[in-house]
């Protein structure tokens, strides 16, 4: 009895998570102007008034009205392997390694069955190579043999196939199909919704949480995007480029450089 109440517990918290991912889900999702509950829903701390927020998104638009994923990749597959790949190492390398893995392995089922020695030393630049393989494989394998060779469209679905987590899966369904399910955290997201005081929180998945919670749905997919080429471009870990930016009177960063 002991045992099974513990196993219990232990399943509990999983289940919270994905019922507050789902209730996060339907927050913003009209487009209309956001009732008092939404905006104290909204609200998790001083940053994220709601007209703060949407002086940042106005500021982003301005600046990165074109924002987008810069892993190249024609279909949702190739999209898929590439985030994997992008794991601890930049998009312009994994770029540089799937010019030739897509010509040699175009389709799931072509990488699902393929030689992982050859695949290792196809890969081996964006680093981890052994462990991304074995990844990479074991998604094409899984693709093949429970959806019919298609990246599926729903996190679900889409978090069922080893090597995705949410990260990944939010990538694919936003980018490939247009679904906002989440906002993607990188690590560029997570330095700059802190540094803009979207968050307090250092965990990718309560960071998340709070995005969805103040950022209207209907700019989940293009926010992160924006945020990346902000971080990429501007706001660096060590020295951000503040006097360039155009978010500089809306950020109080103790990182500010200015
Ligand atoms: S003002 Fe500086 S610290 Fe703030 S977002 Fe811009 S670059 Fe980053």
Same mark, same amino acid.
């Given at each position: 009895?002991?045992?099974?109440?513990?196993?219990?517990?232990?399943?509990?918290p999983?289940?919270?998570?994905?019922?507050?991912?789902?209730?996060?889900?339907?927050?913003?999702?009209?487009?209309?102007?956001?009732?008092?509950?939404?905006?104290?829903?909204?609200?998790?701390?001083?940053?994220?008034?709601?007209?703060?927020?949407?002086?940042?998104?106005?500021?982003? @638009?301005?600046?990165? +009205? #074109?924002?987008?994923?810069?892993?190249?990749?024609?279909?949702?597959?190739?999209?898929? &392997?590439?985030?994997?790949?992008?794991?601890?190492?930049?998009?312009?390398?994994?770029? %540089?390694?799937? =010019?030739?893995?897509? !010509?040699?392995?175009?389709?799931? #089922?072509?990488?699902?069955?393929?030689?992982?020695? #050859?695949? *290792?030393? #196809? &890969?081996?630049?964006?680093?981890?190579?052994?462990?991304?393989?074995k990844?990479?494989?074991?998604?094409? =394998?899984?693709? $093949? *043999?429970?959806?019919?060779? !298609?990246?599926?469209?729903?996190? !679900?679905?889409?978090?069922?196939? +080893?090597?995705?987590?949410?990260?990944?899966?939010?990538v694919?369904?936003?980018?490939?199909?247009?679904?906002?399910?989440?906002? $993607?955290? @990188?690590?560029?997201?997570?330095?700059?919704?802190?540094?803009? @005081?979207?968050?307090?929180?250092?965990?990718? =998945?309560?960071?998340?949480?709070?995005?969805?919670?103040?950022?209207?749905? *209907?700019?989940?997919? %293009?926010?992160?995007? !924006?945020?990346?080429?902000?971080?990429?471009r501007?706001?660096m870990?060590?020295? +951000?480029?503040?006097?360039?930016?155009?978010?500089? +009177?809306?950020?109080?960063?103790?990182? =500010?450089? &200015?």
């Open positions: 009895m002991a045992a099974r109440g513990a196993a219990k517990s232990k399943k509990s999983r289940k919270r998570e994905k019922r507050r991912f789902k209730k996060l889900e339907v927050i913003g999702s009209t487009g209309q102007r956001p009732t008092k509950a939404e905006r104290v829903a909204r609200t998790v701390g001083p940053g994220t008034d709601p007209k703060r927020v949407s002086a940042i998104l106005a500021k982003l @638009d301005e600046a990165y +009205p #074109e924002a987008t994923c810069e892993l190249k990749h024609e279909n949702a597959f190739q999209l898929l &392997i590439s985030t994997i790949l992008s794991a601890q190492t930049t998009d312009v390398r994994v770029n %540089q390694v799937t =010019k030739t893995l897509y !010509q040699k392995y175009p389709t799931p #089922e072509s990488l699902a069955y393929a030689n992982p020695t #050859e695949v *290792e030393q #196809e &890969i081996r630049p964006t680093g981890f190579f052994r462990n991304k393989t990844s990479i494989m074991g998604a094409s =394998k899984a693709l $093949v *043999e429970n959806f019919g060779g !298609q990246v599926p469209g729903t996190m !679900q679905e889409i978090l069922r196939l +080893p090597g995705v987590a949410r990260k990944t899966a939010n694919v369904l936003g980018t490939a199909y247009g679904i906002a399910s989440g906002v $993607v955290v @990188d690590t560029h997201v997570m330095r700059l919704s802190r540094r803009l @005081d979207l968050t307090k929180h250092e965990d990718p =998945k309560k960071i998340e949480e709070d995005l969805m919670r103040v950022i209207p749905k *209907e700019k989940w997919i %293009q926010f992160s995007h !924006q945020l990346v080429w902000l971080g990429r501007v706001c870990a060590r020295k +951000p480029r503040c006097v360039d930016c155009n978010l500089e +009177p809306l950020c109080y960063s103790k990182d =500010k450089t &200015i």
